[in-house]
């Protein structure tokens, strides 16, 4: 009998749940509408403090992470299903009608509104997000090694071959390339730096311009940007031991050094080397340096891990790599001139002549000797002449190439620079590129349209919009 009795109960309690529960929406329609107001609030409130986050994210580029989007949409769709349940006009329907309220309508509406009030609140559970936005990989790095004008050649191949080869070299910290203004430095190192990411031979690649003027601040803030990295410090000192913990986190690292006038210190980098190469023991955890002192302080290493950052330098003077920066010797490589059919080769994929120019061919190669066989004095001269294919105009840029090579006034890559000048469209195209020249060598943009405008050179042009 007990027995039965608690099945009973067991079974009674059973029906009952959900009899309440049914009786719940109904007599407490009122108040389940009202809670999903409330809910609906809040969860208003909680995606407008999002999408500000984002918003601002997203001026300063950088990117969303996946579930914020996916709870925007949610939350969007949501709101928009909630705001139209509270406009039905069934709900006007629910009061007494000939002295009874409508219960089966105020069932349903009541049971809608729990179930959309509880839906608002897992919502809002869901948007205690551990990060709203991310700094995107760096494309710094790719677009500091980018160059379109780059054509493989022999002399060049050569040099290359080299070049990485002592990359490989395990032995060699740093290595040079050394030649006159306008040889092909820059454009070099870049195809270096762009196949040792292709083949893997370094995690990181990143590259500054140094110039004859180091602005140390500068040059670290080109580096951070290729490592993602934000320097916040004031000091440079700080800033540099900033970079060398970034740099420290990866397993191996090329830095390029294009431009180099004078000796550098590398510890404003965050690089530091001892006197045979290796990594600097005062930065090893105190395990290795343990391990070290019973191998003779010569811990082992994998041939790559034996220097974890090399440095790549170009420079016009050897003796500046040699007795400043002491690259050894066999690590420093002279970049020379192009052979001749190299340099007429490369005028004539920059000016675009063709095998149906033959009279323009034949002063394409005279205009790519008076260049000096430089890739830069070539390729600036070729853009000059790129868009005006008359002959006239060219025979009077070879005239005027070997009357300056009579008096020698000015330098391959100089007279280049002004044929490229005199051959630009516009008045305002040439105060616009004199601007540039008078500023520096790598000026901001917005600085440029300011000045521009403030100079008069964009006529009609008032504000930074317009321009």
């Given at each position: 009998m007990e027995f039965v009795s608690v099945v009973f109960d067991k079974s009674l309690s059973a029906l009952l749940k959900p009899v309440g529960r049914q009786l719940d929406y109904l007599y407490n329609y009122g108040c389940n509408v009202n809670e999903l107001k409330e809910q609906a609030r809040k969860l208003e409130e909680r995606r407008e403090t999002i999408s500000r986050q984002v918003e601002e994210a997203i001026r300063n580029a950088k990117n969303i992470e996946n579930p914020v989007n996916s709870w925007l949409d949610k939350v969007k769709t949501n709101l928009n299903e909630v705001e139209s349940f509270l406009s039905d006009g069934d709900h006007q329907k629910t009061g007494c009608s000939n002295g009874f309220p409508n219960l089966k309508l105020r069932h349903l509406l009541g049971r809608k509104a729990k179930k959309m009030s509880s839906q608002c609140g897992q919502l809002l559970q869901e948007a205690?997000?551990?990060?709203?936005?991310?700094h995107p990989k760096s494309e710094?790095?790719?677009?500091?090694?980018n160059d379109s004008v780059y054509v493989p050649c022999k002399s060049r191949d050569a040099v290359m071959e080299k070049v990485m080869k002592a990359l490989r070299d395990p032995t060699a910290k740093m290595v040079g390339i050394y030649g006159q203004g306008g040889v092909g430095k820059t454009t070099l190192v870049k195809a270096v730096g762009r196949t040792a990411k292709k083949e893997k031979l370094y995690n990181v690649v990143v590259m500054a311009n140094?110039?004859?003027?180091?602005?140390?601040r500068k040059i670290q803030g080109e580096i951070a940007d290729m490592l993602g990295l934000r320097l916040d410090d004031e000091s440079l000192i700080g800033r540099a031991a900033r970079l060398r913990q970034r740099l420290e986190k990866e397993k191996n690292a090329l830095v390029i050094l294009d431009d180099l006038w004078v000796g550098f210190d590398l510890s404003m980098l965050g690089i530091l080397f001892n006197d045979d190469g290796e990594n600097d023991i005062s930065q090893m955890p105190i395990n290795d340096v343990l391990n070290s002192t019973q191998n003779?302080?010569?811990p082992e290493k994998s041939p790559v891990d034996s220097v974890?950052?090399?440095?790549l330098v170009t420079s016009r003077s050897k003796e500046v790599m040699s007795n400043k920066m002491d690259i050894r010797e066999s690590s420093i490589f002279?970049?020379?001139?192009?052979?001749?059919?190299?340099a007429v080769e490369l005028f004539n994929k920059v000016a675009g002549v063709t095998e149906d120019d033959p009279e323009l061919k034949s002063l394409s190669a005279k205009i790519a000797n008076k260049c000096a066989k430089l890739p830069m004095a070539i390729i600036t001269a070729g853009k000059a002449l790129k868009n005006n294919k008359s002959k006239f105009a060219w025979e009077i840029a070879l005239q005027q190439m070997e009357r300056q090579e009579i008096v020698e006034v000015l330098k391959p890559v100089e007279f280049s620079t002004k044929l490229s000048y005199d051959h630009m469209q516009s008045e305002e195209l040439k105060s616009f590129f004199l601007l540039c020249a008078h500023i520096s060598e790598d000026p901001s943009i917005v600085d440029l349209v300011?000045?521009?405008?403030?100079?008069?050179?964009?006529?009609?042009?008032?504000t930074v919009k317009e321009a």
């Open positions: 205690n997000f551990s990060a709203i936005s991310y710094a790095t790719e677009a500091a090694l140094i110039t004859s003027t180091p602005d140390v003779n302080l010569k974890r950052c090399k440095i002279s970049l020379d001139v192009m052979a001749e059919e190299e300011k000045y521009c405008i403030g100079l008069g050179i964009f006529q009609g042009v008032y």
